[in-house]
């Protein structure tokens, strides 16, 4: 059984997996890196998995996209992740580093 499904998913591949904000929230800190995204995201290789340019799409959304700024719980999770980085908090419309 796994030989077979192995060379079903090497024949065919997987089904593209569904792109939320919620899916790509660990990749947060690359957001928060002040890398150019778009720039990135132009020059994905035809090779890589098509969801590549999706995610980057995704993590160029605002802030506010990724967490809800009017309740304490999910502030926390990203003031957390800026104090741990030494970055300030950015402004929930803002799509790039603080």
Known sequence: RIRKA???ILQEGLNPLRLTHARIKPLIPL???GKRLG???RRVPDWCDPQTREVLELLRDPYSSFYDF??????NE???LCE???LPLPDAGAV???
């Open 31 to 33: 957001k928060l890196s």
């Open 96 to 98: 790039g580093a603080p």
């Open 70 to 75: 009017s309740r304490a719980w999910s502030l």
């Open 39 to 41: 720039y990135a995201q």
């Open 6 to 8: 192995k060379h079903k």
């Open 78 to 80: 990203l003031k957390k």
């Open 84 to 86: 741990e980085n030494g």
